[in-house]
């Protein structure tokens, strides 16, 4: 007798990140879509991952999710695999895809563990799935999960480790600590249309009527070399606070749920550092990663799907 959902699989989509230094360069490449990479630049981005303990943690961690989500739905009686897609490195949205196809899956669902899914952040998903579907396996279904930055489930999640972070102060001035939402900007080009600025607004405000009344600024973090790309930046934000006489700041990994090189170096190092300089306690939040309240939001997001035959 088959089990309900049987066939149906769950995919967990993330950036992907080396395993050593070895990977660094081979990894890049495929960031960079194979092009040819500047040695120099190629060594910058070994000692940063250097810093943060020769690797990205963010595999490791995102098959803790799997499992743990996988444990989740058990217990509801939904007896489902769940596999773990890496855009950029092992393993690759395509060789899960198969390894599901060899196992029987007929349908996946997906999720993209990025809380904001405008087409300008996670397009680069969606095709990598689509596109090995037509190649390889035209019988297979696959779906994508409803946006899911204001779940009330998430929304309290992200409220949990924001308090965590506020902890980290004394308590008769956490209520005064400025918060500092940090996430991954975008050319301007490719965000003109305002989309996923407004789903990030509409994700802090969700998360800021469960804490108490504090001021609050958006950043954006980890842009490129070349154009105009979404502002401000965190340094700028810190300098006004400095400015203002504030002494305390926290900072908020927003648009990312999983640690990785961008909050290990980006904002534990380099934006510490500049906080510091300016005479600034700086903190920053815990990020979701495994934690129980993430993966019970991913959970009902799944599930959500799953019963309305998505």
Not at 44 to 54: A, D, N, P, S, T
Not at 153 to 181: C, E, M, W
Not at 232 to 238: K, M, N
């Amino acid at each position: 007798m088959e089990k309900p959902y049987q066939h149906t699989g769950i995919l967990l989509l993330a950036f992907g990140g080396p395993s050593s230094l070895e990977d660094v360069e081979p990894f890049l490449k495929n960031v960079f879509s194979g092009r040819s990479l500047n040695p120099f630049v190629v060594n910058q981005v070994k000692k940063r991952y250097q810093l943060i303990g020769g690797k990205s943690p963010l595999p490791e961690i995102t098959e803790q999710q799997a499992q743990l989500l996988q444990n989740n739905l058990k217990k509801r009686g939904m007896i489902c695999d769940v596999s773990i897609g890496m855009r950029y490195w092992q393993p690759f949205i395509s060789e899960a895809i198969n390894t599901l196809h060899a196992k029987g899956i007929k349908k996946i669902l997906c999720i993209i563990l990025s809380p904001f899914s405008n087409v300008a952040a996670t397009g680069g998903y969606n095709e990598a799935v689509y596109q090995t579907i037509r190649r390889f396996h035209q019988t297979m279904e696959a779906h994508f999960v409803s946006p899911w930055n204001t779940h009330a489930r998430y929304l309290d999640a992200a409220a949990d480790r924001i308090k965590a972070g506020l902890n980290l102060f004394s308590a008769n001035i956490r209520t005064s600590v400025p918060i500092v939402f940090s996430a991954h900007s975008l050319p301007l080009e490719r965000v003109s249309d305002g989309l996923y600025v407004n789903e990030i607004k509409k994700t802090i405000a969700g998360v800021i009527t469960r804490l108490e009344n504090h001021e609050w600024y958006l950043v954006f973090q980890s842009q490129g070399k070349e154009g105009a790309w979404l502002a401000p930046h965190g340094e700028d934000v810190l300098k006004n606070i400095a400015a203002s006489g504030k002494k305390d700041v926290l900072v908020v990994p927003l648009g990312f749920v999983s640690d990785h090189l961008e909050t290990l170096y980006d904002l534990d190092i380099v934006l510490r550092k500049k906080a510091l300089d300016l005479g600034l306690n700086f903190q920053r939040a815990p990020s979701l990663n495994d934690s129980p309240q993430f993966i019970e939001a991913l959970t009902e997001v799944i599930v959500t799907s799953l019963s309305s035959g998505t």
